[in-house]
T-cell receptor, first 114, second 111 residues
Framework: DTAVSQTPKYLVTQMGNDKSIKCEQN?????MYWYKQDSKKFLKIMFS???????INETVPNRFSPKSPDKAHLNLHINSLELGDSAVYFC?????????????FGSGTRLTVV | QKEVEQNSGPLSVPEGAIASLNCTYS??????FFWYRQYSGKSPELIMF????GDKEDGRFTAQLNKASQYVSLLIRDSQPSDSATYLC???????????FGAGTRLFVKA
């Protein structure tokens, strides 16, 4: 009965590889997000989808491509991974848009690029 | 760029004391304010939110908001070692579709 689930939890890969992270929420929320948390614990938004429509696309390298097949799913594909991509990536969801009622976060995916 | 600022700490308090965590924000139009708790290696968890000026209490937690000063705080009474975590202040951006997070304050409660 996990509310927001992400897979995989850990991802270790070599530079130059392509990888995907998947997220699913069963809360009936309209909006889903990808946040990146760096080594200093700073959470920065990357993308947001509202009912499958992309509404936020921050200054993120175009090697990162999100996809939302339906409002319960949001995936993140990363091409040509670089060392600087190592971080924890959190999926989140919220009722409405922008988090005015708070977010529910997934458990995170710790990506390590070697 | 709208910002949310917190003292990164660490803030160390003895067990049973009151821990006071502070946050300032730059977006004057912000209407809602959130505190998330993040244990090491875990995801952020929403613990408090406040919309109106003044205090809001929930168990051992009290959120305080002063919109004129653009200041929000979280008080934890009777601090326990299990409260040791990073506390993130978060403010939804007015006119936008995202929430801005502060860098977080690390709290240590010593037994």
């Amino acid at each position: 009965d996990t509310a927001v689930s992400q897979t995989p939890k850990y991802l270790v890969t070599q530079m130059g590889n392509d990888k995907s992270i998947k997220c699913e929420q069963n809360l009936g929320h309209d909006t889903m997000y990808w946040y990146k948390q760096d080594s200093k614990k700073f959470l920065k938004i990357m993308f947001s989808y509202n009912n499958k429509e992309l509404i936020i696309n921050e200054t993120v390298p175009n090697r990162f491509s999100p996809k939302s097949p339906d409002k319960a799913h949001l995936n993140l594909h990363i091409n040509s991974l670089e060392l600087g991509d190592s971080a924890v990536y959190f999926c989140a969801s919220s009722p409405g848009v922008g988090g005015a009622y708070g977010y529910t976060f997934g458990s995170g995916t710790r990506l390590t690029v070697v | 760029q709208k910002e949310v600022e917190q003292n990164s700490g660490p803030l160390s308090v003895p067990e049973g004391a009151i821990a006071s965590l502070n946050c300032t924000y730059s977006d004057r139009g912000s209407q809602s304010f959130f505190w998330y708790r993040q244990y090491s290696g875990k995801s952020p968890e929403l613990i408090m939110f406040i919309y109106s000026n003044g205090d809001k209490e929930d168990g051992r937690f009290t959120a305080q908001l002063n919109k004129a000063s653009q200041y929000v705080s979280l008080l934890i009474r009777d601090s326990q070692p299990s409260d040791s975590a990073t506390y993130l202040c978060a403010v939804p951006n007015t006119g936008g579709f995202k929430t801005i997070f502060g860098a977080g304050t690390r709290l240590f409660v010593k037994a």
